[in-house]
């Protein structure tokens, strides 16, 4: 009988013990910066084709590693050798599935400092930030784990008559395809991945081009928690020479993606084609972009507000698809609001991820930087930036991608910088004559993630439960006004262009991983 599921808990850097484990942690990562990472396929590591260099966005100068990156040979190999794997993983009992996700928990547990610190030097988020990462990728597995034993030891209440004995069973889709972001490397990509090994189908792995040295870690836990070989195959490279191979494949019987939403409107057009040889239709699991506004009341507690606007805009330089991006504020408090907001956000220290003492770092690419950039001259056209508004580059910046936190005000409704996503420390706040008004701003955007409110009236909050058009929607979180769901607690994922509502760490999850077959068998 397993135990009731809990939240891993975070590491307190403010306690010495936890400093030092840090630095001791830190001088082992740094013995093993600059290997050469293979292709994995059927089990077999494969140190064959072109490399990338994987560098630290907070200082290029430091060589995290090299990866290889797949061919389409590599990728027809790796379909190849998860349909071989399908034939005996589908017959795994579901019990034993879940005892080796299990053990994959524990063994990402005995390493959640070490995981954290190679995370925030690929990706450049705070160490606070990659250990919360690292915590919730552990949560998916923990919670994928039993919530399979839940499925398979609990049969679908069916209604039986005389004669007949009717039963649901739920049996695997077969091989996917799971593309993973470089904002969450570790904890999307163990989720996605692991949500589907252990309702028995057998994936090829595409990690982001920015993040494969994250991914490649996630892969060894797997191999050690006793993942047969082939059930899972990693496979970095460009979209463009194997991510449409891998989509279009006649075998592919499902794909679950996270990214842009450009991207995401891709994959979804392509997967709708049928390929020669393909006798399904392929199922998508979609988790996009987001445009997401708090909503600031006259009745809010302003510093709490401000403070949960703050953290929810610049928490890992805004690279959260949950990120505020858009503050309607109460034109009655806007400038106390305003004036509180610049200066939570003055207070912020910016710098080396690794560094306990640090709020935020750097962008985790130059190609999102000079995306950020793009749009920071953008907001110079289409509104007034009253903090921040450019880039970090001398002194302990010279060398990484560091944007300042930036707030800016008087943008158009229809403005760029106010309907498109920007994945970068931005953030507009506009004045707002009344909450009905508010509501209907939220609801015009095209997107529908997430989402905030702060005020103490009962009647606005039900409203704004029943209205506020997001897949997650939070009232009065002063550590983020629209991010930082956990898993049980909080399903993630949300409407319109921002994905198909697929809820991960939730109790439905799995089911998008599993189809249903109707048994019945008469006297």
């Known amino acids: 009988m397993l135990s ?11 306690l010495v013990e936890n400093q030092e484990a840090l630095r001791k942690a830190m001088e082992g990562v740094n013995k093993r910066l600059g290997k050469t990472y293979p292709l994995i396929i059927n089990g077999k590591k494969l140190f064959e084709g072109e490399t990338q260099t994987i560098k630290n966005p907070a200082n290029t100068d430091e060589k995290i590693g090299n990866a ?31 005892a080796k996700l299990l053990k994959a928990a ?73 593309i993973a972001p470089w904002n969450f490397p570790f904890a999307i990509l163990a989720g996605m991945a692991t949500a589907a090994l252990v309702t028995g189908n057998t994936v090829v792995v595409k990690p982001s081009s920015v993040t494969p040295i994250m991914a490649y870690h996630v892969f060894e836990i797997l191999e050690q928690a006793g993942f047969a070989p082939g059930v899972a195959n990693y496979l970095p490279g460009a979209s463009s020479e194997i991510g449409n191979y891998l989509v279009e494949h006649p075998k592919t019987r499902f794909i ?28 998508m699991i979609l988790e996009t972009g987001g445009k997401n506004h708090v909503i600031v009341c006259e009745d809010a507690d302003i510093d709490k507000a401000a403070r949960g606007v703050m953290r929810s805009a610049f928490g890992y330089s805004g690279q959260k698809c949950s990120a505020c991006s858009v503050a309607l504020v109460d034109k009655k408090i806007y400038e106390p609001f305003i004036k509180k907001l ?31 950039q793009k749009y920071l ?21 010279a060398k990484g991608y560091f944007i300042k936190p930036t707030i800016v005000t ?23 004559n009344s909450f009905e008004e508010a509501l209907a701003r939220q609801r015009s955007s095209d997107y529908g993630l997430t989402g905030g409110l702060f005020t103490k009236d009962p009647k606005r909050k039900e409203m704004a439960m029943r209205k506020f058009h997001a897949g997650n929607f939070y009232i009065n979180k002063e550590t983020g006004a629209s991010t930082g769901a956990y898993v049980g607690r909080q399903p993630f994922g949300g409407f319109n262009m921002s994905g198909t509502d697929s809820k991960a760490g939730g109790p439905n999850y799995l089911y998008l991983y599993l189809q249903e077959k109707s048994i019945t068998e008469f006297d």
């Open 256 to 283: 679950s993606f996270t990214g842009s939403t450009a991207v995401g409107k891709d994959i979804y057009e392509k997967a709708a084609r049928f390929a020669t040889g393909q006798h399904w239709f392929k199922r």
């Open 4 to 14: 009731d599921f809990k939240n891993e808990p975070y590491i307190d850097f403010s």
């Open 410 to 432: 008087n943008a158009r409704e229809d403005a760029k910088i106010v309907r498109e996503e920007i994945f970068g420390p931005v953030l507009v706040v506009d004045k707002i």
């Open 68 to 98: 290889h990156l797949a061919t389409k040979e590599h990728a027809e190999l790796a379909i190849k050798s998860a349909e071989h794997a399908f034939e005996t993983w589908q017959d795994v009992p579901y019990y034993e599935c879940a």
């Open 342 to 372: 610049k200066e939570e956000t003055e207070k912020l220290k910016i710098g080396e991820g690794t560094d306990a003492d640090n709020f935020t770092g750097p962008l985790a690419s130059e190609e999102q930087m000079q995306k950020v």
């Open 377 to 397: 001259e953008i907001a110079k056209k289409e509104g007034k930036i009253i903090i921040g508004g450019e880039r970090l580059s001398e002194g302990k910046y």
């Open 106 to 178: 524990q063994l990402a547990r005995e390493r959640k400092l070490e995981l954290s610190i190679w995370l925030s030097k690929e990706n450049g988020k705070s160490i606070r930030e990659a250990v919360a990462e690292v915590a919730e990728g552990i949560d998916f597995m923990d919670y994928y784990a039993r919530r399979m034993n839940e499925i398979g030891s609990q049969p679908a209440q069916l209604v039986h008559v005389q004669g007949e004995k009717n039963k649901l069973l739920y049996i695997p889709l077969g091989i996917g395809v799971i």
